[in-house]
């Protein structure tokens, strides 16, 4: 009789049902989703035909319209039409409260990490915005394939710090879908080229897209792609092309207020219009204006590509930035890279592609549609993680934007993951104890290349308890840092000898901006010589606590082995110690522990002579 047969746990007991699987592109302008049909990956229209969603939710008192009706209600219901939300997603109030004037919505007031848009459905959170714009996309999804999807992929910028990928994998969550893995959309545009079988070596993928502006730099070794370097700006795309449109336009029509005192109808219909400009001006020299102003009345003129070129100069420059750095960090030359690939709506702007040509000195990929480029690969991505073909096909590596490490005794900064290290990865260093007897330990998990921790960003905490009770130093803390193929960090501790385990999962309650990451990369450059100075004199600092803690601890024993004067000399040497080791001179703390431990010398001879006894008492000799 032939064996019973019986399924892995989660896989489908019929061996050739095929199941559901699709991309998605959560993109702040537009949203896409794929979905691999008879071998070949597909865009997935909506009833209407239409392949795209603008990102775009609005709230009223009774439901939510999401895509394009939200979009041509934006103007007449502003403060209740959400649009570019993936700007705030795992952000802080803090963080988007610098991200500049373009906010017509509100935020509700209040110390929650997460921020809260005010809307007349009540106040919502970025996390649900973006969930309103994937369940819209999963219910075309289903309605076009006629069945559940089985699982998904979302694509997110290169540059999405860990809190920014948690929100997206959160808003999957809550639109009732199941994230296999998200995917760097650059990576993805590369592999929907076709360059990953093409002959080997560095591309560069440059996408613009509304909101976010991404530069990866990828080399293809072997099969494989890995992300040598990503750099990028999450708030520059081509709605900052809109924008410097729309204001022109209030110079041209005479509008004379502030962006502050503007009707939020007039400066979405200004965006509008702008936009509808810019995107003529892909294909011709000129394009017309007409206006509806706030009064009634209306304002016509046209813009030429001329001033429209002008207008943009700076942004477009301001790209070769992250362009420039990238290419520092992957450590290569622009004359060395292969291909470079275009992503987003905004190539298409003439003055994009011309300055790119010029700064990678070749003309660029333009020939897929470049807003429908990353949804395809990711459809393809999510099609293998679902079981239908072998996995071997594809091997996506990505790198992490900034070090992480962990603080240790005076607030140093022990780096443990350095940057643009590929992912998933897993490193582990050993740690120990700083007093005896101690059973407990602090784990700071930080982000950042400077020395010290005030100058780098807080991850999160825990405490590893338990840890057995040993002299200072002898314990072995064993820290494993492990960053998932989504970006996603987890810390673990564990204590060697007795195997006690402790970790967290970081989940910052919001991410580091890019012009933070930029500051901090750059400060550690410009600082490198104080931090090695200031890293110099906390390491004495810590040394002279320690000294203190340890005579502490050895008087508090044995402190009956010397006479008032001998004490006197002691405390009279520790309290210099003490006193100069919360200032700044490095050579006058060193100097204090020499005294401290010449003044000590007697008393450290005794004890070690009274341990000897003591642990000699009871046993013969020749025992040892
Ligand atoms: P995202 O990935 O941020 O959602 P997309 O890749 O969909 O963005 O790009 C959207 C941006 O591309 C918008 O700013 C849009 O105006 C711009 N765009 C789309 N088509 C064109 C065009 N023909 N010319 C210039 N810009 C365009
Ligand atoms: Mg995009």
Known sequence: MALLQISEPGQSTNPHEHRLAAGIDLGTTNSLIASVKSGKAEILNDEQGSDTLPSVVRYTANKIIVGTD???????????TIS?????MGRGLTDIKELGGRRPYEFAEGDSAVPRIRTVAGDVSPIEVSAEILKSLKSRAEAALGDSL??????????????????TKDAGKLAGLNVLRLLNEPTAAAVAYGLDKKAEGVIAVYDLGGGTFDISILRLHKGVFEVMATAGDTTLGGDDFDYVIAKWIMQQAGINETEKDIS?????????????AKETLSNMDSAELNIELDDGSNWSGHLTLDVFNE???????????????????????????????????????????????????????????????????????????????????????????????????????????????TIPVARAQDFTTFKDGQTAMSIHALQGERELVSDCRSLGRFTLHDIPSMVAGAARIRITFQVDADGL????????????????????????????????LRDSIEHAEDDVTARMLREQQVEAERVLEALQAALADDG????????????????????????????????????????ATEFVARRMDGSIKKALAGHNVNEF
């Open 311 to 421: 207008l943009i100069t700076l942004l477009v420059q301001k790209t070769l930035l992250p362009c420039r750095r990238a290419l520092r960090d992957a450590g290569i030359d622009a004359s060395e890279i292969k291909s470079v690939v275009m992503v987003g709506g905004s190539t298409r702007v003439p003055q994009v592609r011309d300055k790119v040509a010029d700064f990678f000195q070749q003309q660029p990929l333009t020939d897929i549609n470049p807003d429908t480029v990353v949804s395809m690969c990711a459809a393809i991505q999510a099609d293998v993680l679902v079981g239908n073909k072998s996995g071997d096909d594809l091997l996506l590596l990505d790198v992490i934007p900034l070090s992480l490490g962990l603080e240790t005794m005076g607030g140093l900064v022990e780096k443990v993951i350095s940057r643009n290290t």
């Open 150 to 167: 089985t699982g998904v992929v979302i694509t997110v910028p290169a540059y999405f710090d860990d809190a920014q990928r948690q929100a």
């Open 264 to 276: 939020h109808h007039q400066m979405r219909r200004l965006m509008r219009d702008a936009c509808a």
């Open 560 to 599: 009956g082995l010397l006479n008032a004067a001998e004490r006197k000399q002691i405390d009279v040497a520790a309290n210099k110690l003490s006193e100069l080791s919360n200032g700044n001179e490095l050579r006058a703390i060193k100097d204090a522990i020499t005294e401290l431990d010449k003044a």
């Open 84 to 88: 570019s939300v993936k700007r705030y």
């Open 70 to 80: 939200a979009k041509s209600a934006a103007a007449k219901d502003p403060l209740n």
């Open 489 to 520: 960090l987890s810390v673990t501790a564990r204590e060697e000898t007795t195997g006690v385990e402790s970790g967290i999962e970081v989940k910052p309650s919001y991410g580091l901006t890019d012009t933070e990451i930029e500051t901090m």
